[in-house]
């Protein structure tokens, strides 16, 4: 045992942890972010007080905020829309007015399902009155097929109207010649 007041000892272990500069500190957290490079301001202080720093977690929050350390998360959604293409874009005919009965407008969209393998794709159709399902496909691949075996189930299902609108986003699946061409061989007389 040493013969040492507890408050020296406390004393001279916080003054070591106070000699440690911004800069220096900066560059410790580097390194630990070149190990870990998920470990956010709380993980990071853990580990430089597993290494001898003691270091307060408000202060390393600060110095990886002032130097952006901070974790750059990584996108978790697939783009579905590509609307950089050199198809036709017609005007939008919806104008977003909620229409006062069923079967007078039909929006579209796609989204996806993460699965085991990867992604499948979702194409649907609702009815902007009731806000239902009128018409879906499913499928591994986002093309134009999927979005006209949307447009083919909700036609067999609701068998719209002459008038009705579909109203899809500006995406190359849309807009493509089979997309533009399908509402034509369906349309009601």
């Not at 990886?64 to 609307?83: A, H």
């Amino acid at each position: 045992m040493i013969d040492l007041p507890r408050s020296s000892y406390y004393y001279r272990s916080t003054a070591r942890a106070l000699n440690l500069g911004d800069t220096e500190l900066v560059a410790i957290i580097e390194d630990i972010q070149d190990e870990l490079p998920y470990y956010g301001y709380r993980r990071v202080t853990y580990e430089l007080q597993r290494r001898g720093h003691l270091v307060n977690h408000k202060r390393v929050a600060r110095v990886m905020r002032e130097n952006e350390l901070g974790i750059k998360p990584r996108k978790r959604y697939v783009r579905t829309t590509d609307s950089n293409h050199d198809s036709p874009i017609y005007p939008n005919l919806y104008r977003n007015v909620i229409p006062d009965r069923p079967n007078m407008v039909w929006v579209a969209d796609f989204t996806y399902i993460r699965i085991a393998a990867g992604f499948c794709y979702l194409a649907v159709i609702l009815d902007a009155c009731s806000r239902k399902v009128v018409g879906y496909g499913l499928s591994k691949r986002l093309d134009t097929p999927l979005a006209l075996a949307a447009l083919q189930s909700a036609i067999e299902n609701r068998k719209p109207p002459p008038g009705c609108i579909h109203h899809t986003d500006r995406g190359c699946q849309y807009a493509s010649d089979d997309g533009r061409l399908m509402p034509l061989v369906y349309r009601v007389p």
